[in-house]
């Protein structure tokens, strides 16, 4: 049997450490701790490279009306600008008093000019000449066989209206024809193809297609015309101002002995187109036809001058183009530029 539980001992001495155990799970995180203070200011670093243009800013207001620049330095002179184009026509002053003294002179004289467009259109007055009349541009009648030339620079060129024939054959009996078969009128053509192999033309609309137009005008400048016997147009002489040029016509011919001229003097006998045939004609019986019989003649050239007449006698121009270079002479139609005076060269 087991006797009683004696009294507890005295403690022993410490055992030894025994063998460090297994690491124990993680904590759980800790609360964040305070902020800790400012650090020291680093060293300055390196400069960045240059940053991609930013976008356009608004724009901003006006400004201010500056103050006044200096005054710049002269620039350079410009080339002198191409010539403008013509005015438009003024409107006509009022009538003028011509009272002449010896200080100031003036001419009271009006001269006519007639130009003749050479087309169906009406033509323009020269500058400075004022429009009387447009009409149709008359070269010559022929009645009975006799012809009357009407000069292309005087008025009676240009007749208002147009008829085929535009006069009739009166005798001593009292007794008066209008379109006489044998009766003929003559016409400034147009430069129209003329096919002389064709009927003629009966129509009144399509005879007056044939039919140049022509304008009379009236000025203060005196007219005269030049012709150079060569393939250019002359100079005007000296205070004289050219107001067209063109080619030198002569006279026309038709059957029989019928024909008239011009005179070399007036605008005339200087024909701004030249087309062959020049004229038209128109017979007593209702019809105008171009005819092979109806001749042309113009001044021709001469530009040798060390054989004076000989040049050219006996040559052929065949075609336009010849003709123009080498056969037709050019001529000037010139205008004074001054009003001219008239001097009494035997006054005492």
Sequence with gaps: P???????GIPGTDGANGADGADGANGEDGNDGLPGQDGAP??????????????????????????PGQKGLAGIKGQKGQQGDDGAQGERGPEGVCEPDDYHPCNCDTHTVVRHSQSTESPECPTDYESLWSGYSLVFFEGNGYGLSQDLGSAGSCLE?????????????????HGVRTDKSFW??????????VKPMTSIDEIQNHISRCRVCVGT????????FTDSAPDC???????WTGYSYLMVTSSGTSGGGQDLASSGSCLEKFYLPTFIECLGRGTCAYYINNLDYWLAQNPDITQPGMWGMGNVYSGINDILD???AR??????????RHINYFQD
């Design 161 to 177: 209206e147009f008829q085929l024939v535009p006069f009739m054959q009166c005798s001593s009996s009292d007794v008066c024809r």
């Design 221 to 228: 400048k005196y007219i005269l015309t030049r012709h150079s």
């Design 42 to 67: 680093g060293a300055e670093g390196a400069k960045g490279e240059t940053g991609a243009p930013g976008n356009d800013g608004a724009k901003g207001p006006k400004g201010e009306r500056g103050e």
């Design 237 to 243: 002489p000296n205070n004289f101002h050219p107001l």
């Design 2 to 8: 087991h006797g009683q539980k004696g009294e507890r």
């Design 188 to 197: 400034l053509a147009v430069g129209a193809e003329a096919d002389f192999t």
């Design 331 to 340: 001529c000037a139609v010139c205008a004074a530029k001054v009003q001219m």
């Design 326 to 328: 080498m056969g037709v």
